[in-house]
């Protein structure tokens, strides 16, 4: 069982940059996806979470209107499309799982890390010029 997050990368102020977190060994469509961040120094953030169907979803303050969550069950992916990336950004990125009883998607779903039961390794991203 496991979580990959891959798709980071160097990307210059204003650019865009897509996520995906694939899984192995089960089938995402059951689970609530989160996507979570770490800078350096800096405690874990979430970002964004979405429903197993897909159907709602939920982003933080500080990326709503630039990120967006998405998720393709029949490739067994979830994608977190970052658009007008700024410098405070940088974070190695994290994808997680949580049960679907777990949790609400809403605001509990970028806080609650602690519900998430499998976690990918995470990508860097770094927004830099």
């Known amino acids: ?18 996520l995906s977190c694939a899984a192995s060994g089960f089938t995402l469509d059951y689970y609530i996806i989160g996507w979570f961040r ?8 979430g970002v964004s979470c979405i429903s197993s169907s897909g159907s709602s979803t939920y982003a ?19 994608y977190l499309e970052m658009n007008n990336l700024k410098p405070e950004d940088t974070a190695v990125y994290y994808c997680a799982a949580a ?7 809403g605001a509990q ?14 990508t860097l991203v770094t927004v830099s010029s």
């Open 38 to 45: 770490q800078a350096p120094g800096k405690e874990r953030e």
């Open 1 to 18: 069982v496991q979580l990959q997050a891959s798709g980071g990368g160097l990307v210059q102020p204003g650019g865009s940059l897509r």
């Open 99 to 105: 049960r679907p009883g777990a949790l609400r998607v």
């Open 109 to 122: 779903c970028i806080r609650a890390a602690w519900e998430y039961i499998f976690w990918g390794q995470g």
């Open 60 to 78: 933080a303050d500080s990326v709503r209107g630039r990120f967006t969550i998405s998720r393709d069950n029949a490739e067994n992916t979830v």
